[in-house]
């Protein structure tokens, strides 16, 4: 699509903050207002579109995508976007090791351990543990309250979550990534540890290479949209 317009603003209206265009207010996909609650995010979404071309790439929308998201999906059905993360607290990557004795197995109790312990002591969970890749279910207990947790999240945070869990394979992670004063950078390597520890050993594959960016930069844009969404 070529660009149709020329000037691109940011609006206090409707109790948030709007991107316009050429004066014009934008929608979402679904065709409902666009507003967003902190002007920071506003100035991203803006971003965007200024920085688009005289084509215009829909690849570099990431903001708008995880924007409309919140309004479209999540703002009308909050309870089935907690449905779909609650999965990734059952089958948290952090809690499925190798087994003991072996010398991945050391590198992820020293990398993951501590987010654990920090998600439980923060959250008040309990994780169950597990050496191998044969699932077992987490306590009851735990999942209510990881629910519990999502429910209390805003519509913004769920959405940045549905990407930082999807992509980091770990709900302990994309809630961690959530937190004030975060570190995303560090949360990404520990989320591609796996991986990153086997390129080390075996070699890397370019192919590979280029697909951890495109990841690791998903999985960044996601928390800062998070930290921009909360002003």
Known sequence: M????QDVAVVEQDGGWRVTLDGRPL???GG????VPSRGLAEGLASEWAGQGEQIDPARFVYRDMTDYAIDVVGPDRAQAIRELLPYG????????????DSLRREQDRVWEPLLVAAEARHGLAFTRIGGVIHRPQPAGTMARLETILAEADDFGLAALRNLAGLAASLVIGLAALEDGAAPEA???AANLEEDWQAERWGHDAEAAARRERRREAFLAAATFARLARG
């Open 32 to 35: 409902r207002l666009q507003v």
């Open 2 to 5: 070529k660009r149709f317009y």
């Open 27 to 29: 929608k979402s996909v």
């Open 90 to 101: 059952e089958t948290d990557t952090l809690c499925y090791r190798a087994e003991p004795g």
């Open 187 to 189: 949360l990404w390597l």
